[in-house]
C-alpha cells in the first residue's frame, strides 16, 4: 500500500490568503484578528485542498488536527428555508459542533423544526458529543444526522460510550460513503473561478476505508 504523500497544508491552504486582495465578487475570508476568541472560521466553501486532506478518510489521521463540519439545516416553518455552510475549527477552545450550536441554528427560526445534517470530517469529541445529546433533548424539534469520514479515537471507552449516548438521544450517525464525498465536493468546496466544476476523484482506498469505519460503528453501537 503506497504511503501517503499529503502533507499539512500551509497556512495558505489553510483558508489564510497570503495576497489580501481577493476578486469582488468572493466574500472576502475572515483574518484570524478579526474572529472570536475561539478561533472558528465560517463560509459557504471550503478550499478543495483542504477537503482532500481533511476529509480524507484514512484509518491513522496524522496532522489532521481540525475538524471541518459542512452542514444543510431545513426550517420547516410556514415557508421552508434551507441554509448550508461550514465551520472550521482551530481547537482553540470552541469546537465547530459547538460554533454550530452556539450561531447557526441560533440564527434560524426560533420554535420550529429543523432537520439538520452535518459532514463532519471525524466524530464528535466527547464533550462535543455531551452537548449535541443536550441539545436534542432540549429541543424535540431538532432532528440531527451526522455523516462521519473518520471515527475520532473510537478506541477509547469513553469516546465509544459518547457515540451510544448520541444514538439514544435520538442522533443518526453515519459514515460518509464514497456518494457523500462527492456531494460535499460539489457541495461545499470552492471550484476555481472561471473553471468549469471539477468532477470529484475518489481517493485510492475511499470504498475500503468507508467499509472498515462502518463495520467499526456497526460494532459501537
Known amino acids: 500500500k503506497m ?3 499529503q502533507e499539512e497544508p500551509s497556512n495558505a491552504q489553510n483558508g489564510e490568503p497570503d495576497n ?4 469582488e465578487g468572493k ?26 486532506f481533511q476529509f480524507r478518510n484514512v484509518e491513522y489521521s496524522s496532522g489532521r488536527n481540525k475538524t471541518f463540519l459542512c ?33 447557526i441554528l441560533p440564527a434560524c427560526q426560533a420554535g ?11 466524530s464528535p469529541c466527547v464533550a462535543c458529543a455531551q452537548r449535541i445529546c443536550e441539545a ?17 479515537m473510537w478506541e477509547e471507552p469513553e469516546m465509544q460510550a459518547a457515540l451510544r449516548s448520541m444514538k439514544e438521544a435520538g442522533c443518526k450517525l453515519r459514515i460518509m460513503k464514497p456518494q457523500d464525498f462527492e456531494y460535499v465536493w460539489k457541495n461545499f468546496v470552492e471550484q476555481e473561478e472561471g473553471e468549469e466544476a471539477k468532477s470529484f476523484v475518489p481517493w485510492e482506498d475511499i470504498q475500503e476505508n468507508f467499509q472498515y469505519y462502518e463495520e467499526k460503528l456497526a460494532e459501537i453501537l
Open 3 to 5: 504511503a501517503e504523500k
Open 20 to 23: 489580501a486582495e481577493e476578486g
Open 27 to 52: 466574500k472576502k475570508k475572515l483574518k484570524r484578528e478579526d474572529l472570536p476568541p475561539f478561533e472558528i472560521v465560517t463560509g459557504e466553501r471550503l478550499p478543495a485542498i483542504f477537503f482532500k
Open 71 to 103: 452542514y444543510v439545516v431545513e426550517t420547516q416553518g410556514k415557508e421552508p428555508v434551507t441554509c448550508r455552510g461550514y465551520l472550521e475549527d482551530e481547537h482553540a477552545a470552541a469546537h465547530a459542533e459547538m460554533a454550530f450550536f452556539n450561531s
Open 112 to 122: 420550529a423544526r429543523h432537520n439538520v445534517t452535518w459532514y463532519v470530517s471525524s
Open 136 to 152: 436534542l433533548r432540549k429541543d424535540k424539534g431538532l432532528r440531527l444526522t451526522i455523516m462521519v469520514g473518520r471515527l475520532f
